[in-house]
């Protein structure tokens, strides 16, 4: 068994380098560490200017997403031993501008999550006195896939659309978007149609399926965007038919 094992690092900094650049690692292997455990290696003991996010270790924060050997993964369940001989390569996650070294801007994302409202929206909200809105064990199985999503970002990395086409929404809004239409206590699912039946919504997508593939979560966003497709065309001949059958 090799005794160590080469990373190779994306680097950026803005205020030393116009482009990024590539820094060379060797680490000790260690068959029961993760790429995660390779980098903080090298933060603690290498170099303590290599920037990096990561928080919870246990694959649910999402926080650590990078590109590993071209690959988005979550580098705090990606085992070294996976990627052996090596080297390993390790960069910022593609169609995110990086702010620095391996950390990416999420901004882009974080501002199209708010525009499909993922949170419950009534209509009406009964009186207290009624009681809480109780669901069913089928009417939580209904959503509760959706609703595993941690906002690693894997999805709109390993997505060819939202590379080629920024304005894309991206699957991780849409499946969060549906987890809340599936949802029998919410009443917005008209509302959120409104924003994701256009242009650079569900139609943008091509269905490459690479966002269900990559996802540590099993959330399925290519389901999600498919079965939204289905509802807008069923909203869409509805509104064509429904006028003239009430004549």
Known sequence: MAESITIEVQRYRPEEQSQPSWQT???PFQPEWMVLDALNYIKDNLDGTLSYRWSCRMGVCGS???MVNGEPVLTC??????????PIRVEPLTGFPVIRDLIGDMSDFLEKLSRVSPWIMREEEPPLSKGEHLQTPEQLAEYKGYSMCINCMLCYAACPIYELEPGFIGPAAIALAQRY??????????????????????WAC?????????????????????RYKLAATVDHF??????WSER
């Open 181 to 202: 239409n599936l949802d029998s206590r919410d009443q917005g699912a008209a509302e959120r149609m409104k924003t994701l039946s256009d242009a650079e919504g569900i």
């Open 25 to 27: 690692y060797e680490v």
């Open 77 to 86: 369940a990606a085992y070294l031993k996976g990627f052996t001989p090596g």
């Open 206 to 226: 091509t269905f490459v399926g690479e966002c269900s593939t990559v996802c540590p979560k099993n959330v399925d966003p290519a389901g999600a965007i498919q």
């Open 238 to 243: 509805k509104s064509m038919v429904l006028p």
């Open 64 to 66: 650590c997403g990078m």
